[in-house]
């Protein structure tokens, strides 16, 4: 007979993982490792989410007539007991004022919060809302008359809920610097919802005509925040919206390949990873924070999908084995060892631009004790 302290067959623990709590879940691959290379196998999540009612997938947006169109998108088994297309409950123009308005996602993360703007005319106005559970809350306006340049929303615990957001902002065109006394700087804010208001950070220091990628989200990994520079190189941020260490290069390997300018700056296993077309079809590199070097990961062909659609583009990683794919009509979770998908057609975002992460639990959290409990501070 086995020991008592022997450890559990991985199939057991397995089946008892996907039987948990989102917050359960994400405890114990945080402090076992087993556990953690589990979550990350490609046919956990659609399991987990399938016995335990969890929404795991991506919302995809884009403009469109000068409106933002954003629709969810999962693979089977993974959007709970919803059907998609996941509207988000905040675009219903019944709940809110009559009008012409445009709402868009700016930030999202894997703990079922998103960050969006809403747009009447000239005005803009930021909330964080909870879609699976249709809960939003209006959040205090930032310094709105300087341009959104970035957005980061970061959830630090989910119960009781504590986020925080770092919106980069300046006052010249979207994704540009701005320049005071001969050196550029951006606008930093931060709002952290235990005090209930944005706190204005030191202006971010860059060099002349730093642009960041126009459409590509923060990525959150590491206990860090990731953004995408026009030239190359990435951004790392702490929670304060300060930089963690000096900016550095994408994998400079990639930048060979013909059609290296289809990338994506992705998590993978809780790490940065980055994802673009390659020779043999989509390469995959991870960052190694301890040394600051790219390792390449993977190499898979994509002869299977090519089938379909003539330019298929790399856009996330869903888990360690299935790589997101769009074109302009359809997303694709395709599993890199058997090169096999699960295909989405788009219902009414045709052309994605954006794409967000997104993992939820179908638990109301309570937004309203967010706004009583600071009303007075």
Known sequence: MASSSSPLPSEIIFEILTRTSLKTLDECKAVNKECHDIVFESNFMPQFCQRSQNISGYFVQTLLNNKHVTEFVSMDGCSGNTKPPFHLPINDITAMPCGDFDMK??????????????????????????????????????????????????????????????RLSSPRTSYHHYRVLGKDYYRREVFDSEHWKWKQEKDLLVPEFLCFDMFAPAVNASGLVYFKLRDDLVMALDYNGEEAFPRFSLPNQA????????????????????????????????????????????????????????????SGIYNAGIALMKDYYKVYFYKLQDKSFNEVKLNKCRGVQEVFPFRSDLEPVDLSMLRTNNHFH
């Open 105 to 166: 996602i700016v930030a999202s993360t894997k703990q079922g919060i998103l960050c969006c703007v809403r747009r009447i005319g000239s005005r803009y106005r930021y909330y964080i809302c909870k879609p699976s559970t249709k809960q939003w809350i209006k959040l205090p306006n930032p310094r709105v008359r300087f341009e959104t340049v970035k957005v980061a929303l970061i959830v630090l615990k989910s119960n009781p809920l504590h986020f925080k957001i770092i």
């Open 255 to 314: 930048f060979d390949y013909e059609d290296y300018r289809y990338n994506q700056l992705v998590e993978y296993n809780g790490k940065l990873g980055f994802i673009c077309l390659s020779p043999r079809g989509i390469g995959l590199w991870v960052f190694e924070n301890e040394n600051h070097v790219w390792e390449l990961k993977q190499e898979v062909g994509i002869e299977s999908i090519k089938e379909m659609t003539n330019f298929p583009t790399p």
